[in-house]
């Protein structure tokens, strides 16, 4: 009965829209709280309401009811916003006092203005197909945006592929060990769009990627067919294994490399795919390359990329090539697997008109309404702060988080761990924090969160150590449990935990191969019980932080989109489809739920190998899984953080030196090229590392601690050393940045465009950034670089804190690089704080601070003090210090402090060093200096 009454009620409504429209009146609409919902023709219904004065939430149904489940990732305040309501034959126009926004009676497409009335963004189409999994129906959906074709984006978390503007490019959001896939993009255009889905999506082109049989194929003798795919045995000689024609090259995952013929010996192998391809349309195809090993590929007889990866990790390489119907294309690929079993795949997308690659386009596999907020503001640090409005404010990380973290995969001692850090204290090389990693637990115990006390004989020892030479420790927790611990028949016993994998008896890598799976996070209960677990068992002891590793959740690495699904499912909130990306988003919430609710003193610190939307206000940083040990991975990190950072994100890092290394560099000897470049490889990634927002080292052997590494007396030793002592040195400038996380809603890590949107010559630089508002930060990914190319952006200039030298903005230089330094450049008018020497970020008070102020432009900077370790600063019991620089009068002024917290300085000494272009600096020297002393109040020089 109630099932009727709905159906009748849905057509009135629909009668009583046709009929309004057909006579030429003004819309109907439904008022709801800040704002309406408007019932279309199609039998779809819109809501439009406003969060905030530039901050407009959409919600789209496909049959008039509204989805009432709760968002995952919406946590604004619901507060009251005034606007103003206008109706007419084209729609109802809702006017707040930032935005304008109409709604099309006829189609329900919502597009938006500025207060001036200028046109910022529009939609443009719409799709609902019906989708039914386990027995839940929902829709697969999509939405597609016309905005400026001038405009760059960014965002969309963390991807491989060294891609910066997302302008007129496609990327398949899906969590993935190195790949964090959040539905938000930002514009230059000073708006952005945060898609609230968590299926698989889909952003730019909603088609997936196509094998190569969508072309003639050509073997290498010119026959049609296929490509001439040819086995080697061995890859330095030429014995073929076996010599046939393939149609399609398709081997990702666990199911499809059985299609490779059968004894094929991998791990010494080579193999040739070539021949040409000929396409039936003309246009542009976008090729997506799945590789694992040594991979080239040649396009008429042009290398696209020559990359590697570890054979259990794959990654993704994109190129584009410009093809005319008919014409044929020679193409290579030739493939080392490295490995017993590997991974490689080619696929292609066909084109498309280019007005519609330039949308701006979501397509999402499966949801119950399209929903998302559409947020302007004067600047992209407006837009991510309207960003945080709706998902949550970011913490202020514990100060000893920005201290330097030493990791290795693996400590596998206790001993072996403290003989480290005896090591850093006794050489005097600063360090905050070190890391116990996985398989502290005995062998066959995964899960228990017990300690194998052969190795481990007392853990609450060795962390009472670790405090007492003024050091944290933080621990790896996976969300995997062995189905033969006490832990996983809790959770089993309660339905939360995922059983596929126990069921089809799949063995992890660890000999001889044990079964296990991953609990549900998306369970309160769950959520609840595994914290009282790693509470009892872990935090009781003593550990500082959590490190959230396969936080994906990546229950079984190489196996298809497919069974990853079958392998997390069912959620307690619906099917994996559904809910395939915020698994580390609600792993995340139940540690500092828990946490919190235990200790309500000590900040939360959570290491998270992936993420989602909103994951920042649980206390979480995010690296960038297990990449190579390659320069282009080196390289690919600088956008893929920029990126992470844009979404929303501000803490971000990755394992310096990379985590996968070629066996090259595990056998690498004294006095061989490959140690060579081994070491500056490292020191190249630790100098970039150290102007990242978290800097850690982690990584497969060969060891990372410097000492490890090289000798005292060797340019790597030094380099580290010195950038290690930088970081410390400019500890003030670094947790103020931290601190204006929570306070401004800060992004530490920042693309040019975020501070030099108007020059377009920044838009697709995607290897220098902002650390910060003064430091540009321009690292070296190529072997054996003694320069490297640097765009300095049109501002009132800068200087190179390596020489002192002023350069003037808008020039692309070729910036010297020795060794031991990167180049980096302080802007005009931008002002650095530094601290006195320390070893660890409590060691002394921050006293005194030498003040750099860079001089050519207006400056100003507050510094940010807290109590380090509490949440007080929730409270408002911090400190700031707003230091300013008027640059046609040549005058700082340092102000009157405001607010206060337990141990602050009353009062202090401050030194002052102005830098211009007649009076250079470089930024390890802070020797000649103007001092004051400051109690507080307002002082000027």
């Given at each position: 009965m109630k099932s009727i009454q709905k159906s009748i009620t849905k057509l009135m409504l629909l009668i009583l829209v046709v009929a309004t429209l057909s006579c030429g009146e003004a819309p109907s609409y439904t008022a709801v709280d800040n704002g309406i919902e408007v019932v279309l023709p199609s039998n779809q219904a819109v809501r439009v309401t406003f969060v905030a004065d530039d901050i407009v939430k959409v919600e789209v149904s496909a049959d008039v009811e509204f989805d009432t489940s709760e968002s995952l990732i919406d946590a604004s305040d619901n507060q009251k916003v005034e606007f103003k309501l206008t109706e007419s034959v084209q729609g109802i126009e809702l006017k707040s006092a930032a935005l304008t926004v109409l709604v099309d009676a006829t189609t329900g497409r919502v597009s938006y203005k500025d207060a001036a009335g200028n046109p910022i963004m529009s939609e443009d189409e719409r799709s609902f197909s019906p989708i039914t999994v386990e027995g839940k129906s929902g829709y697969t959906m999509s939405q597609s945006f016309d905005s400026p074709d001038d405009e760059a984006l960014y965002g969309l978390g963390q991807h491989q592929a060294d891609e910066i503007n997302y302008k007129g490019k496609n990327e398949e959001l899906f969590q993935y060990n190195t790949k964090v896939s959040i539905p938000f993009i930002v514009s230059t255009a000073n708006f952005g769009l945060l898609w609230d889905n968590y299926s698989l999506t889909r952003f730019g082109d909603e088609r997936p990627y196509s094998n190569i049989d969508q072309f003639k194929l050509y073997d290498k003798n010119g026959q049609e067919g296929g490509l001439t795919a040819t086995y080697y045995d061995d890859k330095n000689s030429d014995h073929v294994f076996v010599e046939q024609v393939e149609s399609t090259i398709d081997y990702e995952n666990l199911e499809t490399v059985e299609k490779f013929p059968e004894e094929f010996p991998f791990a010494n192998a080579k193999i040739v795919w070539e021949g040409q391809l000929e396409a039936d349309e003309s246009g542009t195809f976008r090729f997506l390359c799945y590789y694992a090993g040594y991979t080239k590929l040649w396009v008429n007889g042009e290398l696209q990329f020559d990359k590697w990866r570890t054979a259990w990790n794959p990654s993704v390489a994109k190129f584009n090539v410009d093809m005319t119907a008919g014409e044929k294309y020679d193409v290579k690929l030739e493939w080392i697997p490295d490995g017993g079993i590997s991974y490689i795949g080619l696929k292609a997308l066909s084109p498309r008109s280019e007005a519609k690659q330039k949308q701006i386009a979501f397509n999402s596999e499966m949801g119950q309404d399209i929903r998302y907020y559409f947020m302007a503001g004067n600047s992209i640090d407006d837009v991510i702060s309207n960003y945080r409005m709706v998902t949550g404010k970011a913490q202020v990380m514990p100060k000893w988080a920005m201290g330097f973290w030493q990791s290795r995969e693996r400590y596998k001692t206790q001993d072996e761990l403290l003989d480290v850090l005896d090591e850093f204290r006794e050489r005097h090389i600063p360090i905050d924090n070190i890391v116990v990693d996985w398989s502290y637990w005995p062998k066959d115990a995964w899960g228990s969160h017990d300690f194998d006390l052969d190795r481990f004989p007392d853990a609450a020892g060795m962390i009472d150590q670790i405090h007492e030479q003024n050091a944290r420790v933080m621990i790896s927790v996976w969300p995997k449990f062995y189905y033969t611990t006490d832990h996983y028949k809790a959770f089993d016993e309660k339905g939360w935990m995922y059983t596929q994998a126990v069921e089809d008896s799949v063995r992890d890598w660890i000999y001889?191969?044990?079964?296990?799976?991953?609990?549900?996070?998306?369970?309160?209960?769950?959520?609840?019980?595994?914290?009282?677990?790693?509470?009892?068992?872990?935090?009781?002891?003593?550990?500082?932080?959590?490190?959230?590793?396969?936080?994906?959740?990546?229950?079984?690495?190489?196996?298809?989109?497919?069974?990853?699904?079958?392998?997390?499912?069912?959620?307690?909130?619906?099917?994996?489809?559904?809910?395939?990306?915020?698994?580390?988003?609600?792993?995340?919430?139940?540690?500092?739920?828990?946490?919190?609710?235990?200790?309500?003193?000590?900040?939360?610190?959570?290491?998270?190998?992936?993420?989602?939307?909103?994951?920042?206000?649980?206390?979480?940083?995010?690296?960038?899984?297990?990449?190579?040990?390659?320069?282009?991975?080196?390289?690919?990190?600088?956008?893929?953080?920029?990126?992470?950072?844009?979404?929303?994100?501000?803490?971000?890092?990755?394992?310096?030196?990379?985590?996968?290394?070629?066996?090259?560099?595990?056998?690498?000897?004294?006095?061989?090229?490959?140690?060579?470049?081994?070491?500056?490889?490292?020191?190249?990634?630790?100098?970039?590392?150290?102007?990242?927002?978290?800097?850690?080292?982690?990584?497969?052997?060969?060891?990372?601690?410097?000492?490890?590494?090289?000798?005292?007396?060797?340019?790597?030793?030094?380099?580290?050393?010195?950038?290690?002592?930088?970081?410390?040195?400019?500890?003030?400038?670094?947790?103020?940045?931290?601190?204006?996380?929570?306070?401004?809603?800060?992004?530490?890590?920042?693309?040019?465009?975020?501070?030099?949107?108007?020059?377009?010559?920044?838009?697709?630089?995607?290897?220098?950034?902002?650390?910060?508002?003064?430091?540009?930060?321009?690292?070296?990914?190529?072997?054996?670089?003694?320069?490297?190319?640097?765009?300095?952006?049109?501002?009132?200039?800068?200087?190179?804190?390596?020489?002192?030298?002023?350069?003037?903005?808008?020039?692309?230089?070729?910036?010297?690089?020795?060794?031991?330094?990167?180049?980096?450049?302080?802007?005009?008018?931008?002002?650095?704080?530094?601290?006195?020497?320390?070893?660890?970020?409590?060691?002394?008070?921050?006293?005194?601070?030498?003040?750099?102020?860079?001089?050519?432009?207006?400056?100003?900077?507050?510094?940010?003090?807290?109590?380090?370790?509490?949440?007080?600063?929730?409270?408002?019991?911090?400190?700031?210090?707003?230091?300013?620089?008027?640059?046609?009068?040549?005058?700082?002024?340092?102000?009157?402090?405001?607010?206060?917290?337990?141990?602050?300085?009353?009062?202090?000494?401050?030194?002052?060093?102005?830098?211009?272009?007649?009076?250079?600096?470089?930024?390890?020297?802070?020797?000649?200096?103007?001092?004051?002393?400051?109690?507080?109040?307002?002082?000027?020089?």
């Open positions: 001889p191969g044990y079964i296990g799976s991953f609990y549900d996070a998306y369970s309160q209960g769950a959520r609840d019980m595994f914290w009282d677990q790693i509470k009892t068992k872990l935090y009781d002891k003593g550990f500082d932080a959590w490190w959230m590793d396969a936080s994906e959740p990546d229950i079984l690495s190489n196996a298809s989109i497919d069974y990853r699904k079958a392998l997390s499912t069912p959620t307690a909130l619906g099917p994996s489809t559904e809910y395939f990306n915020a698994y580390a988003l609600m792993n995340a919430k139940g540690i500092y739920e828990g946490q919190r609710s235990e200790d309500k003193d000590t900040r939360v610190f959570i290491l998270t190998r992936s993420g989602f939307a909103g994951i920042q206000k649980y206390g979480a940083a995010t690296w960038s899984g297990d990449i190579g040990t390659r320069w282009e991975d080196m390289k690919a990190q600088v956008s893929a953080g920029i990126n992470f950072a844009m979404s929303g994100l501000p803490y971000w890092t990755q394992d310096i030196g990379g985590f996968c290394v070629e066996k090259r560099y595990e056998v690498a000897t004294e006095g061989s090229e490959d140690l060579k470049e081994w070491r500056e490889l490292n020191a190249r990634w630790y100098q970039f590392g150290a102007f990242v927002p978290l800097f850690r080292v982690h990584g497969q052997f060969p060891y990372r601690e410097v000492f490890n590494l090289a000798p005292e007396t060797h340019p790597l030793y030094k380099s580290q050393l010195y950038y290690n002592k930088l970081r410390y040195q400019l500890m003030p400038y670094i947790y103020s940045l931290a601190g204006w996380t929570y306070t401004k809603d800060y992004t530490i890590m920042r693309g040019l465009a975020m501070d030099f949107a108007a020059d377009k010559a920044v838009h697709n630089i995607g290897d220098q950034y902002l650390f910060g508002p003064s430091l540009m930060v321009c690292p070296v990914t190529e072997y054996e670089a003694r320069s490297r190319s640097v765009y300095l952006p049109k501002s009132a200039g800068w200087y190179d804190v390596n020489t002192g030298e002023y350069l003037a903005g808008g020039q692309t230089i070729e910036a010297d690089a020795p060794y031991e330094r990167m180049p980096m450049y302080a802007k005009a008018g931008s002002i650095l704080l530094n601290g006195p020497e320390i070893e660890y970020t409590d060691e002394k008070p921050a006293d005194p601070i030498t003040i750099m102020v860079f001089a050519g432009a207006e400056a100003s900077f507050d510094l940010y003090e807290d109590e380090g370790t509490n949440y007080d600063y929730e409270k408002g019991q911090y400190a700031t210090i707003p230091i300013s620089w008027d640059d046609s009068a040549q005058k700082l002024t340092i102000g009157d402090r405001s607010g206060s917290f337990d141990g602050m300085l009353e009062s202090r000494t401050f030194r002052v060093i102005i830098v211009d272009k007649d009076h250079p600096n470089t930024i390890d020297d802070l020797s000649n200096y103007q001092e004051v002393s400051y109690d507080g109040k307002q002082i000027a020089l």
